[in-house]
């Protein structure tokens, strides 16, 4: 540190000058120097060009990424935000989809038993074979409960990428 306490004269007093502001230390030691760089490059001409020159750089570099970086932070934040909604609504689907299948699954669990009965109870007043109002009961009231539930799943699969209506099959 006690070397960059000043400038010598000569060819190291330029080197010194030019590491400095290589360093981007020029107007640090300038401002603490004010003996010694600053006036090194008041009366030389070379060392003066060498530090317009470096400015010129570094000023570019700066601005370029600058410029670069507000439009990219400005896409980023655009593109979360729409991430965001985007999971948003994937998610508000999915709710929907699910109270759906709930509302589907407690309607069903509510009231199957009571229409078994029902089938049950015109199989028995009518005397049919119980595979009769078995199957009666099967087409007349599953199937639809099924369907419903196909249909609710796939409009769910539509909308969350998986696949159950495959496997259910129809
Ligand atoms: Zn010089």
């Known amino acids: 540190m006690t070397r960059d306490s000043g400038l ?44 317009e020159a470096a400015e010129r750089v570094v000023s570019a570099l700066r601005s370029v990424p600058l410029a670069a ?15 965001a909604q985007q999971l948003q ?14 509302l589907v699954a407690v309607s069903a669990a509510l009231t199957t038993p009571l229409i078994w009965q029902g089938f049950e109870y015109l199989g028995l007043r009518t005397q049919l074979p119980s595979l009769v109002w078995q199957v009666g009961f099967v087409l007349f ?10 249909l609710f799943l796939g409009h769910g699969t539509h909308l ?3 696949s159950n209506g495959s496997a259910l099959g129809e």
């Not at 009231?141 to 196909?150: D, E, G």
């Open 8 to 51: 010598g004269s000569g060819k190291d007093a330029h080197e010194q000058a030019r590491g400095w502001i290589a360093l981007g230390r020029a107007k640090e030691v300038g401002e603490s120097q004010p003996n010694g760089l600053q006036a090194h490059l008041a009366e030389c001409a070379e060392c003066r060009d060498y530090a």
């Open 141 to 150: 009231w599953i199937a639809p409960t099924v369907a419903a539930s196909l």
């Open 160 to 162: 969350s990428g998986s």
């Open 69 to 83: 970086d507000s439009r990219l932070v400005r896409t980023t934040q655009m593109r979360v935000r729409a991430r």
């Open 89 to 102: 609504q994937r998610q508000q689907r999915l709710i929907f989809v699910a109270a759906s299948c709930a």
